[in-house]
């Protein structure tokens, strides 16, 4: 059962252009939602995070758009550099309780120089 | 402030030999986590630790995995005997205790596991 899912395993982008990653998730206790960056041979990095009274927030060249009737999260990055080039994790939970994270399988970007 | 440290970063064992990892979580961080990342896929929940307690362990195969945190500071994992499926990185991270406000969990580098 993927409660958190992201169908999109791979994504190339121009660099300078908008990459647009895609989450969605089934569970509707979840309220908080986190992106992650993770480089090769490297734990993954929190970005940014959205809690379910925002319907986004931005951080630079980071926007994170939720949509909770849709179950449905974006991450935009403006204008996508190639040090963006990286797997990308959505993660989902709750705020109450314990607290358990459920991550998504990944996005893989490459943004071409 | 220095970050999740994990050890060792790679280890190669044959199947039914057993392997532990350590994690030093972030200094002042009452929650630490150990995840399991398997190739292609994202980091799978193993154990939840607040403080020295146990808080979520559903996903712990708990006829060979198992994990302590000592004092409510460090915390090893130990797979004893290890299986062909037990490939994968075993990630450390750790975050604020709930309630605090502040829900990102920060990772170690994780620890590579082959079992041949």
């Known amino acids: 059962d993927q409660q958190v899912k992201q169908n999109s395993p791979s994504l190339s982008v121009q660099e300078g252009r908008i990459s647009i990653l895609n989450c969605d998730y089934t569970n509707s206790m979840f309220d908080y939602f986190l992106w992650y960056k993770k480089y090769p041979a490297e734990g993954p990095t929190f970005l940014i995070s959205i809690s379910s009274i925002k319907d986004k927030n931005e951080d630079g060249r980071f926007t994170v758009f939720l949509n909770k009737s849709a179950k449905h999260l974006s991450l935009h990055i403006v204008p996508s550099q190639p040090g963006d080039s990286a797997v990308y994790f959505c993660?989902?939970?709750?705020?109450?309780?314990?607290?358990?994270?459920?991550f998504g399988t990944g996005t893989r970007l490459k943004v071409l120089a | 402030e220095a970050g999740v440290a994990q050890s060792p970063r790679y280890k190669i064992i044959e199947k039914r030999q057993s392997v532990a990892f350590w994690c030093n979580p972030i200094?002042?961080?009452?929650?630490l986590y150990w995840y399991q990342q398997i190739l292609g896929q994202g980091p799978k929940l193993l154990i939840q630790?607040?403080?020295?307690?146990?808080?979520?362990d559903s996903q712990l195969p708990k006829d060979r995995f198992s994990a302590e945190r000592l004092k409510g500071v460090d915390s090893t994992l130990k797979i004893q005997p290890a299986k062909l499926e037990d490939s994968a990185v075993y990630l450390c991270a750790s975050s604020q205790p709930p309630g605090q406000g502040a829900y990102e969990q920060y990772f170690g580098p994780g620890t590579r596991l082959t079992v041949t």
């Open positions: 630790f607040q403080n020295n307690g146990v808080v979520d």
């Open positions: 993660a989902a939970s709750g705020t109450s309780g314990t607290y358990k994270y459920i």
């Open positions: 200094s002042g961080h009452a929650t």
